[in-house]
């Protein structure tokens, strides 16, 4: 493509800063030169990286706020906020504090005072008052909703915030600052695709105010500007269907259209589109492929008989001597590790392998701790570890590699007591006493051994074969076979590439086909017919729909307390932000811990039987273990517990627990609506845990 110019005067800073030496080189002791040193301090002093407070007052000198600066941490928008705060940074006069003041005020009239404490009201009041605010999920909905607001107005000029705010959030700014353009993706840091660079920059420039917006990317060392501006000058991004059948959607589908119509709906959609657009490349490799088996077919026919069938022959007999050749060098390894084990101090051997080859005399025979000479079930991989002197006065410790074939003692010695292998001298001495007794010992003969191949009926019948065959006494043999070599290796790969194609070409359909028959199984569906079980599953939507039915069927939270059933349900919808935590989280007991269990033991069997229907969650289709890291705070909050004491025992964010606690409610809604009519206590508890969970925070906001 169009190679995007990029300002030399940046272009070579980017080339000095990779030229200096870091401080880590410096410390391992690289020595520069004093001009070195002269130059880099005056190239130090006009280029650093600026703080928060000082790009902030440099954008408000030069006329570019409102902005926006994207990092890509919670609490590094809350330490933004702070820093600015703590350098006297003030973007308000007296005027504009004045409505600030006013407008937070009416907007959290309803909020208690004693909640409003526990939110750090007053440090995020101050913030505002000077036109600066943090913008992240872990705020609370109202808290966010006046921020926005406040920005739109003109009366916060900078906020910091998580990419989030870069999503279906209407705060256009004239600037936006990006501090990185690195970030943590869950997994690793990496970093920001074009599409990201766009959507997060795209936030500058509002429209009708402004002509054009800024987008200001900080330097850090090692950046590359030509990396920047491939990532600002790309205007095309890959669409990536997220679409994945689900058992909610399977039986609302075939309910709706039948199984057979639902089949071929998938198989219309973008995700299949795209799936089957990805071997395209593929199935032409096969194309050139198969015109090339054709050819070497042509090359490698015989006019005496089928070559096709004698190169098949060929290819047997070699696999099978090579798998005997394996089955007979493991058998070796075998025995010569059962003969290193009955080395004794004294023995002359001869070292058959490896760098120390030749006469040597075994010192300590390097059996592993607890091991006795003649122990069997050794396992040769890791040892015996010979030591050994060799005529050459060195004292070696040996190991396996060097015993490619068993050896045994050739004569004794006796080690003198005071023989120190560390000593020259006595080195000297030992070695000079192992070459007298090397002149009595006669030259070892090899010993053939009879192949195992020779005695195979398997390759005895092939050979027998391959003789009797026509093609055997053709002039042109080794070349057609060289032909056939190569169409038999081609072959292979055709074969390959097209298993490739079968994995990934109509994989929504097969992936709803086996969701189908899953839920077959369990009487979810039978045919076209969508059973009573399969209505109720038609009415929960969420990752653990199939699981929160089963529930529903078995009983699981018949006889539960409002609060106990928040507490359930809310395993249902929570995901730890950190899955490796160690700590089994706190639960409340009684019926709710004993259903919490069972919520449990049902998803072992729905994972055992998605296991068994190749149904798989890396494909993004699948019951996720559930999470029970949000069933105490559900349960306290439900019970009216107060804001203070449940953040503090929840260990999260007001923003993240007033999320959690609306998605429970939306569950609880759907639950009550699936729940049965008659002779069933969970519709009933199900409403009146909403309306115990919705109260305080959780009901101030109109945004989860």
């Known amino acids: 493509g169009h190679k995007k110019a990029v300002n030399p005067d940046l272009a070579r800073l980017a080339r000095m800063e990779a030229a200096r030496p870091s401080y880590q080189d410096r410390r391992r002791g690289r020595s520069m030169r004093e001009a070195d040193r002269e130059r880099e301090r005056r190239q130090r002093s006009r280029v650093w990286t600026p703080g928060r407070p000082e790009v902030i007052e440099r954008l408000d000198a030069e006329g570019l706020l409102p902005a926006i600066t994207f990092i890509f941490s919670r609490a590094g928008c809350e330490a933004a906020v702070q820093q600015c705060l703590y350098a006297g940074l003030r973007l308000n006069d007296e005027e504009a504090r004045e409505q600030v003041r006013a407008l937070v005020e009416e907007r959290t009239a309803h909020i208690v005072p004693e909640d409003l404490h526990v939110l750090g009201y007053y440090e995020w009041l101050e913030g505002l008052e000077r036109g600066i605010a943090a913008h992240h999920a872990g705020m609370l909905p109202t808290f966010k909703e006046v921020v926005e607001e406040l920005f739109v107005r003109g009366l916060v000029k900078a906020v910091f915030a998580t990419e989030t705010l870069a999503l279906g959030i209407n705060m256009p700014a004239r600037s936006v600052v990006l501090e990185k353009l690195v970030k943590w993706n869950g997994e690793q840091h990496a970093d920001i695709t074009p599409g990201e660079y766009t959507q997060l920059t795209g936030r500058a420039g509002r429209r009708g105010i402004d002509v054009e917006g800024h987008a200001v990317v900080l330097w850090q060392r090692a950046m590359s500007p030509e990396h920047l501006a491939g990532l600002a000058g790309t205007r095309t991004y890959p669409l990536r269907s997220s679409f994945r059948p689900s058992y909610n959607m399977a039986v609302n589908l075939v309910e709706q259209f039948g199984r057979h119509r639902s089949r071929e709906l998938l198989e219309t959609s973008f995700a299949q589109f795209q799936a089957d657009r990805s071997v395209v490349g593929i199935s032409r490799q096969v194309q050139r492929n198969e015109e090339g088996l054709a050819g070497y077919q042509a090359s490698m026919t015989c006019h005496l008989g089928d070559f096709e069938e004698y190169a098949r022959l060929r290819r047997e007999l070699k696999d099978r001597e090579t798998e005997l050749a394996r089955q007979g060098a493991h058998q070796r390894r075998a025995e010569a590790a059962t003969a290193l084990e009955k080395l004794k101090p004294g023995d002359v051997i001869h070292v058959p392998a490896g760098k120390y080859a030749g006469l040597a005399l075994v010192l300590d025979p390097g ?203 809310s395993a249902l919808v929570y995901e730890s932000r950190l899955s490796d935590d160690a700590m089994a989280p706190k639960v409340p007991s009684g019926k709710a811990k004993a259903a919490l269990g069972e919520m449990v033991r049902i998803w072992g069997r729905l994972d055992g039987l998605e296991e068994d229907f190749r149904i798989s969650q890396t494909e993004g289709v699948g019951q996720r273990e559930p999470d029970l890291g949000f069933a105490w705070a559900a349960y306290m909050w439900a019970s009216g517990k107060g804001l203070d004491e449940v953040l503090r025992e929840a260990e999260m964010p007001a923003g993240d627990f007033v999320r959690w606690c609306k998605q429970v409610i939306d569950v609880l809604g759907q639950i009550s609506a699936a729940a049965p009519r008659e002779g069933s206590t969970v519709a009933k508890a199900a409403r009146k845990a909403v309306d115990q969970l919705l109260r305080g925070v959780v009901a101030y906001s109109s945004v989860g």
């Open 367 to 569: 059996l592993p701790a607890g091991r006795s000479n003649g122990h069997r079930g050794f396992d040769h991989q890791d040892g015996p570890r010979p030591l050994v002197l060799t005529a050459e006065r060195q004292v070696k410790r040996l190991a396996s590699m060097d015993f490619p074939v068993p050896v045994e003692p050739l004569d004794r010695m006796r080690i003198p007591k005071t023989f120190n292998a560390r000593s020259p001298q006595s080195r000297r001495d030992l070695a000079s006493a192992l070459r007298s007794k090397a002149g009595h010992i006669p030259p070892e003969r090899a010993r053939k051994k009879r192949s195992q191949a020779a005695d195979d009926r398997e390759i005895a019948r092939l050979r027998t074969a391959l003789r009797a065959h026509p093609c055997h006494g053709c002039d042109d043999r080794e070349d057609h076979a060289r032909w056939a070599e190569r169409y038999h290796r081609l072959l292979r790969d055709t074969s390959q590439l097209e298993r490739r194609i079968e994995g990934r070409t109509n994989t929504i359909a097969r992936t709803f086909d086996r969701i189908v028959a899953l839920l077959t199984e369990l009487d979810y569906l039978r045919g076209n017919e969508v059973t009573e079980h399969g209505r109720r599953l038609a009415r929960l939507y969420g990752e653990l729909d199939l699981l929160a039915s089963e529930c529903l069927r078995e009983g699981v939270w018949e006889g539960l307390a409002p609060a106990e059933l928040a507490a359930c349900v």
